[in-house]
């Protein structure tokens, strides 16, 4: 696409895919072992839970769904308009607030079950990864994924195995590899934030998203 920055591109995936393993285990800890971007997570549990008769628990699995899909919604409705900053700024929003509810409710890191704050909650965080998912998919022709691991894991495997194997590989395979071990250290760091210092962690990604949506060229 002309104008565009491709080390820049890089460097903004793999800052975004350390963001989203922090959230997602941020997300996963303090809402019931709620998954805010792997959505097939959040499926199988929520089957098991209707399967199980357990309404309570299928409920929040239930709303995860059309939550991360109005994300991605936004955010392709944002990219197409070629407005490429603005998810990113949206989510840091929803980062914020995400932070601001669990601090003034009082939380220390635990698990929220309560309704208020936990549904809204749920809202901001999901929204946010929905948001991100839609906020940059493609570098170098290749299709990235920073908000989980099952597309970029398969696109590394797919590009090593043809790579081995003599045929034409195209994938960037060192910047696929980057992204999943950004993702592993972003869900180290959020887990072990999350302890110390319990929804406060959370300005450590909310400043990595103000700096790559800064970052991000207007695609023209």
Not at 89 to 95: D, G, K, S
């Amino acid at each position: 696409m002309p104008g565009r920055n491709v080390p820049r591109e890089k460097q903004v995936a793999v800052a975004l895919a350390g963001t989203a393993g922090f959230l997602d285990v941020v997300g996963y800890l303090t809402l019931a072992h709620l998954f805010t971007a792997h959505m097939t997570g959040n499926t199988s549990k929520l089957g098991v839970a209707l399967g199980h008769g357990e309404l309570g628990k299928a409920l929040p699995l239930a709303l995860a769904l059309p939550l991360f899909a109005a994300g991605v919604a936004a955010g392709t409705l944002l990219v197409d308009a070629r407005r490429a900053r603005t998810p990113l700024y949206l989510e840091a929003a929803l980062v914020a607030a995400f932070m601001a509810v669990g601090v003034a409710a009082g939380r220390h890191g635990d698990t929220v079950s309560s309704p208020y704050p936990y549904y809204v909650l749920e809202t901001f965080a999901t929204l946010a990864l929905g948001l991100q998912t839609a906020s940059l998919t493609d570098v170098e022709g290749t299709t990235v994924r920073t908000s989980y691991v099952s597309g970029v894991l398969t696109n590394l495997t797919q590009g090593l195995v043809r790579r081995t194997s003599g045929a034409c590989g195209g994938k960037p395979l060192a910047l696929l590899a980057t992204i999943l071990g950004a993702y592993v250290v972003g869900a180290v760091g959020g887990a072990l934030t999350l302890r110390a210092i319990s929804f406060w962690c959370l300005a450590a990604p909310l400043a990595v998203l103000l700096v790559a949506a800064a970052g991000r060229r207007r695609e023209e």
